[in-house]
């Protein structure tokens, strides 16, 4: 069964940074492209980021990009979110997830992705 477990969350203030982990167990996680997503209160799921399998292609939502950067690690079967300049806006519940489509990152909605882990709260606040 394949598990994802993020970790990393936490309290920030404006400006701070957070480096989100994604790992894998019971699968290797290097056959497949993981996506980020987050979903704040009484909000949609919205995508975030994804890396393609070897890490070759990343994409990044327009509201994270030159702030955030998505990397893997798959001899460790880790895939890391780093989050920079962090914004209120940023606030919210981050998950990440399996794509679809193996190796490559399939489409941007939560339904093109599976396997999701529990989540991890970011709160950026001051």
């Known amino acids: 069964q394949l598990q994802l477990v993020e970790s990393g969350g936490g309290l920030v203030q404006p400006g701070g940074s957070l480096r989100l982990s994604c790992a894998a167990s019971?699968?290797?996680?290097?056959?497949?492209?993981i996506g980020w997503f987050r979903q704040a209160p009484g909000k949609e799921r919205e995508g975030v980021s994804c890396?393609?399998?070897?890490?070759?292609?990343?994409n990044y939502a327009d509201s994270v990009k030159g702030r955030f950067t998505l990397s893997r690690d798959n001899a460790k079967n880790t895939v890391y979110l780093q989050m920079n300049s962090l914004k209120p806006e940023d606030t919210g519940v981050y998950y990440c997830?399996?794509?679809?489509?193996?190796?490559?990152?399939?489409?941007?909605?939560?339904?093109?992705?599976?396997?999701w882990g529990q989540g991890t709260q970011v709160t950026v606040s001051s």
């Open positions: 019971g699968f290797t996680l290097d056959y497949y492209a």
């Open positions: 997830a399996v794509g679809k489509a193996g190796g490559s990152c399939p489409g941007e909605t939560p339904s093109d992705f599976g396997s």
């Open positions: 890396i393609s399998r070897r890490g070759g292609s990343t």
